[in-house]
């Protein structure tokens, strides 16, 4: 009779436990973020041909939905230029045998803000991120793959700063 009494309290007690997180969670405010919301209609962006940042800024500005990029920099509310975009590898550590151990990986982009007549809302800046790496002999092409996914997670990072930055100047 008493193990019965005891599970049942166990599972009033674990019911209460779960009712009562579940009310927390829903009444913390937590929402996932979500893109900046741009204040001007119409965007140019200056890019390289190629850049891997310029095609994620496109593709993150296109989604935001209220802000259409336009071609042309005359018809545009704002313009974002891409100064410089560089990857940067260098070695920190070494092992006993005098082989890289460790890496530092880092990311380098320059741009300024340009709105209506004025030439710099946001004068040339440079954002730097970084992440550190430790590799193997071994495992050569796995860091390889581990490299691309740092500094494509970089990327979105500072994709994501930038677009902040835009959506402060409230037109």
Known sequence: MN???????????LALLAGSAALVA??????????AMLPFDTLYLSVAPHSQLGDELRRTVLAGGATQLVTDPARAAA?????????????VGFSASGRPREY???LR??????????PEVVPATELVLHRDM???????????????ILYHDMQSDLVDQILR???ALQG
């Open 165 to 167: 930055r835009l959506a």
């Open 134 to 148: 430790t590799t193997t002999d071994v495992q050569l092409l796995s860091k390889e793959q581990e490299e691309e």
């Open 104 to 106: 530092r990986l880092r």
């Open 109 to 118: 982009v320059s741009f300024r803000i340009a709105e209506g007549s004025n």
């Open 79 to 91: 313009r974002l230029e891409i100064i410089k975009e560089a990857r940067e590898k260098e070695i």
């Open 3 to 13: 193990a019965r009494r005891n599970l049942g309290r166990r599972r009033l007690l």
């Open 26 to 35: 829903s009444g913390c405010g937590f929402a996932l973020r979500r893109s």
